[in-house]
């Protein structure tokens, strides 16, 4: 029997690299084993096409090729530069930006290039100048605390990390947090919403250079016309980092006001989570900004990774098809569906639901910690994340929610009645968990957890992953 082109190619493949370190190819192999039996539930984790997969297994990765395109620091950058302007063209036609720089290595690089373009836009500093010529890594504690200072300790609000804002946006564990005097605007505790009146309070007194949207583990709309209405009040520079949600607006699930494109000064995000693209990041702005953005390499990046620019190219020009708007329009079917049969079965959500792709579980209501429902459900074949809820008495690394997403589920082609059962089987492990004696401990009956791993497993038979892939 002949075979098909995917497995062929994929076979060949691991046939190749076996010869050299059998032991990787094994890993691989495993890895598809796994991904294929599991329930993924990880909001910010997809599948990307076999397409996409295979632009990047190739000699794109042996080019040095600093520099943008048609101006490069390298000679024989011709094909790179094919790849680099066919990603940065499907962006801009896809999202209808002005300017797509379509190098950074992923959404942490792409929000610090933005940061970098912004200051470089709208302050005059001779620190930042030696900055720029300077490796970043290079720089003190106290150059730090100088080039702050000169530039004025330059302001960023954003959203607060507990009611699903990112690490990049100010906080101190990212140098965004070392760069800028940050401060964060919450969600209304009754509602669990963003409270735009208090944004824009907060905005008003604390005057930021930069206003940021965006999020990783909010489960609604933002309306980003009043976003940037508050920004414009008070002179800041919007930024919107769609991470999460640019799957949505590419599939123009999210349109008008909810589309931060048409609002924003800037626009981050990353190519491989409801965009199903390669990992790896990208930034679209308007014409103002272009010139710093494309200042990236080697201000805050590496060399550009033209394997992963042509795997971007191909993955956007994928989401430029019809019927990705169709599948970006079933994920947050899905997720309502998810998070109706959780409410219907007891379970307390942040928001009490949803209207993109992720669910944020309050799991106190079962007596457990994040930590401890995490686990449980990953014994039962369930992969989740855990997620600070807002005011989380648990801190950030027990907290007290779960996180669920589901553009990888929907991309296999699971659908609202498989999202049904999906609620049932983790509302019966987080019901029958009982905490232990820490934070982290739990009791859960193994022979429950197998139990429901298999239900899992049957539940994704009739929904193949990479269902043209057979490895043999
Ligand atoms: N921005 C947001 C909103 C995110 O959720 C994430 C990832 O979780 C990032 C940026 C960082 O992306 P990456 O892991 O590609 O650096």
Sequence with gaps: MSLNAESTAFRSALEVIRAVEPRVADAIGAEL???RESLKLIASENY?????????GNWFSDK????????????????????????AEHAKELFGAAHAYVQPHSGIDANLVAFWAILADRVESPALKKAQVRQVNDLTEADWFALRRELGNQRMLGMSLDAGGHLTHGFRPNISGKMFDQRSYGTDPATGLIDYDRVAEAAREFKPLILVAGYSAYPRKVNFRIMREIADSVGATFMVDMAHFAGLVAGK???????????????????????????????????????????????????????????????????????????????????????EGLVRRGTKLVT????????????????????????????????????????DPNG?????????????????????????????????????????????????????????????????????????????
């Design 33 to 35: 084993a796994d991904q």
């Design 48 to 56: 990307a096409s076999p397409a996409t997969l295979l632009a990047m």
């Design 64 to 87: 040095y090729a600093e520099g943008t395109v048609g101006r490069r620091f390298y000679a024989g950058c011709q094909n790179v530069d094919t790849v680099e302007a066919l990603a």
């Design 253 to 339: 699930v999210f349109t008008g006001d909810f589309d931060p494109v048409p609002h924003a000064h800037i626009v981050t995000t990353t190519t491989h989570k409801s965009l199903r693209g390669p990992r790896g990041g990208m930034v679209l702005c308007g014409p103002e900004l272009a010139d710093q953005v494309d200042r990236g390499c080697p201000m805050v990046l590496g060399g550009p990774l033209p394997h992963v620019m042509a795997a971007k190219a191909v993955a956007l020009a994928e989401a430029r098809r019809p019927d990705f708007a169709d599948y970006a329009q079933r994920i947050v079917d899905n997720a309502q569906a998810l998070a």
């Design 352 to 391: 009490g639901g949803t209207d993109n792709h992720l669910v944020l579980l309050d799991v106190s209501g079962y007596g457990l910690t994040g930590r401890q429902a995490e686990q449980a459900l990953l014994d039962s074949g369930i992969v989740t994340n855990r997620n600070a809820v807002p005011q």
């Design 396 to 472: 950030a690394w027990y907290t007290s929610g779960i996180r669920i997403g589901t553009p990888a589920l929907t991309t296999r082609g699971l659908g609202v009645a498989e999202m049904d059962a999906t609620a049932e089987l983790i509302h019966t492990v987080l019901s029958q968990t009982t905490p232990g004696e820490s934070k982290a401990k739990y009791v859960l009956d193994p022979a429950l957890a197998d139990k429901i791993s298999k239900q899992a497993t049957e539940l994704l038979t009739g929904f193949p992953l990479y269902p043209a892939v057979d490895l043999g």
